[in-house]
């Protein structure tokens, strides 16, 4: 039976509490006080014996709400509507709250009246939908607030990676990443500061080039691995003789720059530059073995010797090569009434870098006749250099040049590939079993890519391997003997032939050569010149041919310029001859009509 209160209607002064109780919810921020404020606000309502307000992840509801909750939960509506209640008996009901795809709780009410309570229900049920609206508005923020400082620790994470990357970046613009010494652009920006100072303050700043002698032998004979601790090494010990406003810098495979700024005078230079070829030239323990390598040092100060950086620069590299030529290990200044030939030189490294691209290099050929079957067999390259300026200019010119600045494994790549393709077009011309005999460099023998480029040039010309023949100077494969075994048989397993050039000026050994995979033996011109005059220099020829005979050798002859010295050559049994008798090196062009014509028609004559 309803209660009176249920006739009569809602109280007006209940429904005054529970509006307040709607407006106090909304002011609270914390979800748990909220919780507590709920219960005991609820007792005051006419037929509530007790209230819960669970709030998931809040708090914990009590034992006997649990399946009323897992009911609640399973049933999530799809779009959630407003003042939702759900009664699970008489003294049981329920005001679910639900956001979109989530169950966030209830207001259960434990009734004890149901006929007092009844006309509070939809208001009861308000304040459920408000609760719901301020949680959700809550966990909104809060999760707004999770996503700003996520966001937040985002953005400076990557601002702090960016900066990283930017000073990463920045350092490897600016340093040498094998020994951290200042690079070429650092070095240049620091030097221009230098000589800021240096005029600003009126002392000098001297600009020191270093050069490691010979360094390239360690790279062959130790490995790169050595090769770099050694650079290391000697990046410390030249960054330990500088003072904090000096700098070292490493501008090359083996070169260093060094910056000694505020200096007095010249003379207090000297003694640091003699320190640091000392320091140098201490050994090294690399390898299990105490590894001594000298250096040679260029050095102009500013204001005397020029007062821009990139003319500083040169002319310390001026210095650095007189010193080279001094004798190595040695220190000299930079002197202009003394440089003019090192001046030529410098300008002729300089437009020889340009000439390769420009494809000024020309490559003429010397005919090469078979003195058994007095017929041509094939042709030496020599390459020439068509300046634009100077004319054509001999090897002399410019080969040494090359090999000291390393252009000459360019260049050697290049004389290479225009030989195969003439002597390709030999073979389609119908000159069958010519050959092309092709210059090899010492500073080419140690590049690591000899093998690889070899093979290259012979697949992309279509040459066979046959008829290319490589000459090696004796002297360029005496320094390591282990290492040029195995780099002529890897040569010779590309198929092509081996000579070995300048035989008999006195640098190998008959027991080192005798393990050598080469095919022909060449006789230095020297001897050859000498050959109808001097007794010793026909035994040297004579011994040649006895030597390459024993190891099953063919011999050629070259520089032969008179008949005598084709006949002498001819009767101690010598294969092959080349020189001014037969042809001078002639362009590509006119090498075919020779290859055409009989050989020597003079032999029998007398000398």
């Known amino acids: 039976m309803d209660s009176a209160a249920d006739a009569q209607g809602p109280s007006a002064e209940v429904l005054g509490r529970l509006l ?214 000697t990046a410390r010990r030249l960054s330990s003789l500088v003072r904090d406003g000096d700098t070292v810098a490493r501008i090359g495979s083996d070169e260093f720059v060094i910056l000694l700024a505020g200096l007095e005078n010249v003379e207090r230079s000297s003694a640091r530059l003699s320190a640091m070829l000392a320091a140098v030239r201490r050994p090294v323990a690399l390898a299990g073995k105490d590894v001594v390598v000298t250096a040679s040092i260029g050095a102009c100060v500013y204001p005397l ?141 140690r590049d690591e890519q000899i093998i690889h480029t070899v093979g290259r040039v012979l697949r992309e010309t279509g040459l066979p391997p046959h008829c290319l023949e490589l000459e090696i100077t004796e002297s360029s494969i005496m320094h390591d003997l282990e290492h040029a075994t195995a780099l002529l048989h890897a040569l010779k397993g590309l198929g092509v032939s081996i000579s070995i050039d300048d035989f008999g000026t006195g640098y190998s050994s008959l027991s080192a050569l005798r393990n050598f995979p080469a095919d022909k033996l060449k006789i230095d011109r020297s001897f050859v010149h000498e050959i109808e005059t001097v007794p010793s220099a026909a035994a040297v020829a004579l011994a040649v041919i006895s030597f390459a005979r024993t190891l099953g050798m063919r011999v050629n002859a070259e520089g032969v310029e008179t008949l005598g010295q084709a006949q002498c050559l001819r009767k101690h049994g010598c294969d092959e001859i080349q020189g001014f008798l037969l042809a001078r090196p002639v362009p590509a062009g006119q090498v075919q009509a020779i290859f055409r014509q009989p050989g020597l028609a003079t032999w029998d004559e007398p000398a």
Not at 341 to 350: D, K, N, P, Y
């Open 20 to 233: 307040v109780i709607q407006q106090a919810v909304d002011a609270i921020p914390d979800e748990l006080r909220m919780a507590d404020f709920v219960r005991r606000a609820m007792s005051g309502v006419p037929g509530v014996a007790d209230a819960f307000l669970y709030l998931a992840g809040i708090n914990a509801p009590p034992p006997e709400l649990a399946p009323l909750l897992e009911r609640c939960a399973d049933s999530i509506p799809d779009a959630p509507a407003q003042n939702q209640q759900r009664d699970f008996g008489p003294d049981l009901h329920c005001f679910p709250m639900y956001a979109p795809g989530q169950h966030l709780g209830c207001l259960a009410i434990h009734v004890q009246d149901a006929g007092a309570l009844r006309p509070y229900l939809p208001f009861l049920s308000n304040i459920s939908s408000a609760i719901t609206r301020i949680v959700v508005a809550h966990r909104y923020q809060t999760r707004l607030a999770q996503l700003n400082e996520e966001l937040r620790e985002a953005r400076d994470h990557l601002e702090m990676r960016v900066a990283e990357r930017t000073r990463e970046l920045e350092y490897r613009a600016t340093h040498d990443l094998m020994t951290g010494l200042a690079n070429r652009a650092l070095l240049v920006d620091r030097l221009r500061g230098a000589i800021a100072n240096a005029q600003r303050e009126g002392n000098m700043t001297a600009v020191v080039h270093l050069d490691l002698d010979s360094f390239s032998f360690m790279n062959t004979g130790l490995g790169n691995d050595c090769g770099d601790a050694f650079l290391c090494e």
């Open 305 to 445: 010797d020029g007062d821009e950086p990139e003319i500083l620069l040169r002319r310390a590299n001026t210095a650095m090569h007189r010193a080279k030529a001094s004798g190595k290990d040695n220190v000299q200044f930079y002197a202009s009434t003394r440089d003019a030939a090192v001046a030529e030189r410098m300008e002729l490294e300089t437009e020889l870098r340009r000439a390769i691209s420009a494809g000024e290099l020309v490559v003429h050929y010397q005919p090469k006749l078979c003195v058994g079957s007095n017929r041509f067999v094939g042709a030496e390259a020599l390459v020439r250099w068509q300046h634009p300026r100077r004319g054509l200019l001999p090897p002399g010119r410019f080969i040494p040049i090359a090999e000291d600045s390393k252009l000459i494994v360019e260049v050697g790549e290049y004389v290479m590939r225009q030989a195969c393709l003439e002597a390709r077009r030999w073979q389609e011309a119908g000159l069958e079993g010519m050959t092309v005999a092709v210059n090899v460099a010492a500073r080419q023998l």
